[in-house]
Structures are given as C-alpha cells and as structure tokens.
C-alpha cells in the first residue's frame, strides 16, 4: 500500500498568515493526489485534486503544488474560516485510497 | 443540490453486525461510483471500501472478508454490511461520492460530495 505523510501535524498561526502544509508519498503518485478540509463535527469538504486543480467554489486563495512523492497544500492570506484540519489523500491507486494523518491549524 | 445521507449506525456488541444504509438527491447513488471512509474518534480519515461499475469493489485490508458494500438500484442506495465487528471498527462512517478527473489521459477519482457521517460504536 501507499503510505502518506504530512507535515507538520499541527501549526499555529494568525489571520493573514500564509500557509504550507507538506504532503509525502512512499512511492511516485505522478499528480494523483487530493486535498480535504475537515472542520469539528463536519464531514470533509475537497478543495484540490490532480494535485494542483482548484475545486469549484473553493476561494483562490488556497493552491496546491508538486508531483512524484511531495506535495504542498498553501494558503495564502489565512482567514477565520480556514483553521481546520487539512488531509491528503493519494488516488494513483484507485483500488486502495490512503489518507496522510492529517495537519490541524488552529 | 447534491446531498448525501447515512444512516443505520448505533451500538453494536463485539462480534456483531450492522447494516448502514447512504442515500443521495441529485444524483444517482445506485450508478455513481461510491465509497465509504470512516474515522474513528480523534483520529484521522480511513478508507474503507469503494464499488465502481457493477460488482467492481474494493476494500481496505482492515475490513477485507467482514465488510460488504453493494448497491439497491430499485431504492438508489448504497449499503455497508459489517460483520464481526471489533473495537477498533468504532468510528463515524462516511458515505462519498467518487468523482471522475483525468490526468495524463488516466482516471482517477476524488470524494466530492460526503454526508454527514454515521457513528458505530462497538463495545460491550
């Protein structure tokens, strides 16, 4: 299986601060990989897949990056809304998804 | 709007089963590909099973042999029928829908559209 690591797993930070969270996978997972938002007691919400591609809805301010086994998740100017905890999860082997641990934003 | 909605979940004693149920509006659970994560409590997400076109499914190694995921095309629902539930199976389940992208002219799927979840607490 395809293992994925984030870093870091927690991060404090202030209201116009920018953002980056770095995702790892075990092996090369070409651009195959998506972002989630999960707020307390929510379901998660996608905001990127294809590693790069801006979900419909989502604000601009959120971009991802990378390809091959590293990734980045940033946010440029942080709003209110966006402390959260932040997963990826790697679709290069759609027969068994994995999710990355996780980086909580508070 | 799409929506999606779990339900069936509850306490369950070790070695037991549960059946959850995931229905949609907006779109056509019964033909949409589909999956189910869960997380259980404080942790992290957790893919469980995925069924694709007819009985194409898949399961997490986890769940593999005791989980089942199928589909009612006459009530447009997707089912998770689990069997010799553990402990460790406690957690919310999510229902999902898989949405098709393709990149460097190979498919691929994200979750886009997840219901609220569904707790399953396994204990004695």
Known sequence: DIQMTQSPSSLSAFVGDRVTITCRASQSISNYLNWYQQKPGKAPEPLIYAASTLRSGVPSRFSGGGSGTDFTLTISSLQPEDFA????????????FTFGPGTKVD | DVQVVESGGGLVQPGGSRRLSCSGSGFTVSSDYMGWVRQAPGKGLEWVSSIYSGDDT???????GRFTISRDSSKNTLSLQMHSLRAEDTAVYYCARLSV???????????DFWGQGTLVTVSS
């Open chain 2, 101 to 111: 992208y393709y990149f460097d002219d190979s498919e691929s799927y994200y979750f």
């Open chain 1, 85 to 96: 905890t932040y997963y990826c999860q790697q679709s290069y082997n759609t027969l068994s």
């Open chain 2, 58 to 64: 898949y399961y997490a190694d986890s769940v593999k």
